[in-house]
C-alpha cells in the first residue's frame, strides 16, 4: 500500500501564532511531496511543491514566508503557517509522490486549521 | 495553463447509474484521475486513465474518454447511499507532474 498521513487532524490557534503541519509518507519514500490548500465547498489549489533536500516551489499568488516548507527527510514534509490570521483558516491536504515514472500522488487525511 | 471544469451538483436515486462529466483544456494532459472526498476527509484516488485509453471499467466504475473533445466521464453504477461525496477530476502532464483539479462534483444519493 502506499499511506500518507498528516498530523494534527485538526488545530485551532489564536491569531499571530504559527502553526506546523506534518506530513508523513508512512510506508514508501516520497521524493516529492505536494501541499494543497481546500476552501470550503471549493477544489483543492495547489500551494508548493516539495523535494527532499531542496526548497519548495511556489505556486504563483503563495506567500512563501508565510507559507514555510521544510522537506527534511524521504518520508516527511513540514507545512508552517507563521503569524496565522482567520484568512489563513482552511482544509490543508497533503500529497506524497513514490519516486519518479509511478503512477500517481497519495494524498493525506488533511488537517483542518482554525484560526480565531 | 490547465482548466479542469465539471458539474457542480448531482443527485441520483439509488440504484441508478450515476454519470459525473468533466472537461479539460490541456491536450497535454496524459493523465486523468478521479478521486472522491467525503465529508471532512482527504481524497481517495478512485481510478484514472491514460489519454491513449478510451475506457476503463473497474467494477462499478466506467471512464470514458474523448480525447477530442478532451471530455472524460465517470460512470458509477447501481450507485448507493456510500456513494454520496464530492468526485474531483483531475489532470497532469505527466505521472510526477503536479494535479490541477476540477471544482468538484457533489453527488447526492436519494435512497
Redesign the interface.
Known amino acids: 500500500g502506499a499511506v500518507v498521513s498528516?498530523h494534527p487532524s485538526r488545530v485551532i490557534c489564536k491569531s499571530g501564532t504559527s502553526v506546523k503541519i506534518e506530513c508523513r509518507s508512512l510506508d514508501f519514500q516520497a521524493t516529492?511531496m505536494?501541499w494543497y490548500r481546500q476552501f470550503p465547498?471549493?477544489?483543492?489549489m495547489?500551494m508548493a511543491?516539495s523535494n527532499e533536500g531542496s526548497k519548495a516551489t511556489y505556486e504563483q499568488g503563495v506567500e512563501k514566508d508565510k507559507f514555510l516548507i521544510n522537506h527534511a527527510s524521504l518520508t516527511l514534509s513540514t507545512l508552517t503557517v507563521t503569524s496565522a490570521h482567520p484568512e489563513d483558516s482552511s482544509f490543508y491536504?497533503c500529497?506524497a509522490?513514490k519516486g519518479?515514472?509511478?503512477?500517481?500522488?497519495?494524498?493525506?487525511?488533511?488537517t483542518?486549521l482554525t484560526v480565531l | 495553463g490547465e482548466d479542469v471544469e465539471q458539474s457542480l451538483f448531482l443527485s441520483v436515486r439509488e440504484g441508478d447509474s450515476s454519470v459525473i462529466n468533466c472537461t479539460y483544456t490541456d491536450s497535454s494532459s496524459t493523465?486523468l484521475?478521479w478521486?472522491k472526498q467525503e465529508p471532512?476527509?482527504?481524497?481517495?484516488?478512485l481510478t484514472?486513465i491514460f489519454s491513449n485509453m478510451d475506457m476503463k471499467q473497474d467494477q462499478r466504475l466506467t471512464v470514458l474518454l474523448n480525447k477530442k473533445d478532451k471530455h472524460l466521464s465517470l460512470r458509477i453504477a447501481d450507485t448507493q447511499t456510500g456513494d454520496s461525496a464530492i468526485y474531483?477530476c483531475a489532470a497532469s502532464e505527466t505521472?510526477?507532474d503536479?494535479?490541477?483539479?476540477?471544482?468538484?462534483t457533489?453527488l447526492s444519493v436519494i435512497p
Open positions: 498528516q516529492t505536494f465547498k471549493q477544489s483543492l495547489l511543491t491536504i500529497s509522490r519518479l515514472g509511478t503512477d500517481t500522488q497519495y494524498f493525506g487525511p488533511g483542518r | 493523465y484521475y478521486y471532512g476527509a482527504g481524497l481517495q484516488l484514472y474531483f505521472s510526477y503536479k494535479v490541477i483539479f476540477g471544482p468538484g457533489s
